[in-house]
């Protein structure tokens, strides 16, 4: 199984990857988080990328697309894997294609602007594990705590209203026309594309997400 989650950043992808995951038994592909924790070794990708993502632009296509190549290449993707945050542009779509690597489901997750902005105020992460929670929407069991290991959780730098603002309007301009990329790529019969209402609460897109995959 291999699926492709498309969508604006903070429409929930992340959320329901964590899901699909265990349901599954694939693994994660996380761009925004194989980035992250290249910055917390201090790599010098980590470096070059922390400058890019803290003003909300994308990351040169030539690295991501190394990175998501050597990630695919390894024993743990042979049955299938979750792509979320990748493809974000054309090139890394084709890349992708050119490539020869054939995606079953791609799912958008269709939220609005206005909720987004809202979402990335309330958002907190668990960085080692990529897990995210919401202070209202989806919140930890213990406040301020991941689920699993106790730590703390901590607010993303991206994550400030004018930040968000400039990552949505990248996602509108170089991302957003993946949806015409991949309805098109359905309508060749090369995969399935799915729109999913991202506005619905977390448990209810997660249904709707089995629905589909099931
Ligand atoms: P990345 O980490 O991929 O960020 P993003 O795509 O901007 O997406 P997010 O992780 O912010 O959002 P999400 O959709 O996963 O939402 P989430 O589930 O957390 O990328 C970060 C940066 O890295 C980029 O800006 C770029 O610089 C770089 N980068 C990464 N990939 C790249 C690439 N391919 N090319 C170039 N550059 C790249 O949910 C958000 C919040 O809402 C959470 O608090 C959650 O609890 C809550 N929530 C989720 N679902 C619901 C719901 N249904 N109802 C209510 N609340 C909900």
Same mark, same amino acid.
């Given at each position: 199984m291999r699926i492709i989650l498309l969508g604006a950043p903070g429409a929930g992808k992340g959320t &329901? !990857? &964590?899901f699909l995951m265990s349901k599954y038994g694939i693994p994660q592909i996380s761009t925004g988080d194989m980035l992250r924790a290249a910055i917390k070794a201090g790599t010098e990708l980590g470096l070059a990328a922390k400058q890019v993502m803290d003003a909300g632009q994308l990351v040169s296509d030539d690295i991501i697309i190394g990175l998501v190549k050597e990630r695919i !290449? &390894?024993? =743990?993707?042979s049955k299938g894997f979750l792509l979320d945050g990748f493809p974000r542009t054309i090139p890394q *779509? =084709? *890349?992708m294609k050119d490539k020869g690597i054939v995606i079953d489901h791609v799912i958008e997750f269709d939220v609005p602007d206005e909720v987004i902005v809202e979402r990335m105020s309330g958002r907190r992460v668990h960085p080692a594990s990529g897990r995210v929670y919401h202070v209202r929407y989806n919140p930890a069991k213990e406040d301020g705590k991941d689920d699993v290991t106790g730590e703390e959780l901590v607010i993303r730098p991206d994550d400030v209203e004018e930040t968000v603002r400039k990552r949505l309007a990248i996602y509108h301009e170089q991302t957003e026309p993946l949806v015409g990329y991949y309805r098109a790529e !359905? =309508? *060749?019969g090369n995969t399935r594309y799915h729109h999913i209402n991202g506005t619905k609460a977390v448990d209810v897109v997660t249904s709707e997400l089995v629905a589909l995959l099931d």
């Open positions: &329901q !990857a &964590q !290449a &390894q024993p =743990d993707c *779509a =084709d *890349a !359905a =309508d *060749a």
